[in-house]
């Protein structure tokens, strides 16, 4: 089973950038999907990066295109938000997600039962 830790979250001032990281264990990641989601206080999680096991493909949040940017490198099981201008509507706690899937052939995917591995969360507050 992996297991995902995410780091990098804080408190920012709107169009400030911040990187968040999610260390994953476990031999396989390089095999999964992984995404990113977030959590507004009195609201749903929702989607906001996907990428493929191969990072050969990426998919975004269209609140986001343009201003997030998802990696991650297999070699050290990482995997990377980075988050330019940032706007207080991006203050969330931010979690790290593997898809249920190996070796999945095709986009990422955007909902969360489709992941069945999620880290503890990391706290993006976006000062106005």
């Known amino acids: 089973q992996v297991q995902l830790v995410e780091s990098g979250g804080g408190l920012v001032q709107a169009g400030d950038s911040l990187r968040l990281s999610c260390e994953a264990s476990?031999?396989?990641?390089?095999?999964?999907?992984m995404a990113w989601f977030r959590q507004a206080p009195g609201k749903e999680r929702e989607f906001v990066a996907g990428?493929?096991?191969?990072?050969?493909?990426?998919i975004y949040e269209d609140s986001v295109k343009g201003r997030f940017t998802i990696s991650r490198d297999n070699a050290k099981n990482m995997v990377y938000l980075l988050m330019n201008s940032l706007k207080p509507e991006d203050t969330a706690v931010y979690y790290c997600?593997?898809?249920?899937?190996?070796?999945?052939?095709?986009?990422?995917?955007?909902?969360?039962?489709?992941?069945?591995?999620w880290g503890q969360g990391t706290q993006v507050t976006v000062s106005s």
């Open positions: 997600a593997k898809d249920r899937q190996f070796n999945r052939i095709g986009s990422p995917r955007r909902y969360d039962y489709e992941y069945n591995s």
């Open positions: 990428i493929s096991w191969s990072g050969r493909s990426t």
């Open positions: 476990g031999r396989t990641f390089s095999s999964f999907g």
